[in-house]
């Protein structure tokens, strides 16, 4: 799956996209958040009431399901206008 | 109804774009255009986004409030990069045929850019850089529309 990071947490993660395939196990958007904090993104990942999250572009809930080849962005609170 | 969406660092004319939704039967355009507040000494904006998704995600809130109001056409223009205080950032103008959907319209659709279109701000003060934080009072500001979950 492709991931994207926005903000703070592209400067944390070091990084705006990435390509990953998480264990068959990870299956919902809080189990990836916490298969990547345990994965060399503590720091970025460690508290995830700060951010927000969206599925194929869409914004979703930490409990959404996520598949393969799925488009999985996490960022902080928006703050446009 | 015709929508315009735009995300781009350059700025807009507020005039050509309220020109543009002219059309027979278009009695009121309601415009809100915001700007860069220029406090404690902000030097910069600095403005990302999340290719794709901020222009699906105007375009959910448009079709959201073209259910609500009699519309006959919007334009959303929000920059990108970095802006000076007193620079233009975002403009909104919706037409309808009379001033109150044309209002109530406008202001939905601010909100909810608010809180839902995926933009991020950074200031920069000097060789200081520093996140804006999300505000309750945005939240507020876009429930307002839904009532209480009884009604």
């Known amino acids: 799956m492709k991931l994207l990071y926005f903000a703070w947490l592209r400067q944390k993660t070091g990084k705006s996209e990435e390509t990953l395939t998480p264990p068959p196990e990870v299956t919902t958007v809080r189990e990836l958040a916490v298969y990547l904090s345990a994965h060399g993104y503590a720091d970025a990942f460690g508290d995830l009431t700060r951010l927000r999250a969206a599925v194929n572009q869409v914004h979703v809930g930490f409990d959404a399901s996520i598949a393969a080849g799925d488009e999985i962005a996490f960022f902080p609170p928006v703050t446009g206008g | ?151």
């Not at chain 2, 995300?7 to 002219?22: G, K, Y």
């Not at chain 2, 223009?77 to 919706?94: F, M, Q, S, T």
């Not at chain 2, 659709?109 to 850089?129: I, N, V, Y």
């Open chain 2, 1 to 151: 109804m015709n929508a315009t969406i735009r995300i781009q660092t350059e700025a807009f004319d507020m005039a050509r774009e309220v020109q543009a939704l002219s059309q027979p039967g278009v009695g009121a355009v309601a415009t809100f255009t915001g700007h860069v507040r220029g406090d404690d000494r902000l030097d910069a904006l600095i403005i990302e986004h999340y290719p794709g998704m901020t222009e699906r995600e105007i375009a959910r809130c448009v079709t959201e409030a073209e259910r609500r109001w009699q519309l006959l056409g919007a334009t959303i223009i929000h920059r990108v990069g970095e802006l000076k205080p007193g620079d233009p950032i975002v403009l909104v103008a919706v037409a309808a045929g009379h001033r109150a959907d044309a209002f109530a319209a406008c202001e939905f659709l601010m909100d909810h850019l608010k809180t839902k279109a995926t933009f991020w701000k950074q200031e920069r003060r000097g060789s200081a850089t520093h996140w804006v934080d999300a505000k309750a009072s945005d939240d507020g500001a876009v429930e307002r529309w839904f009532g209480r979950p009884s009604e």
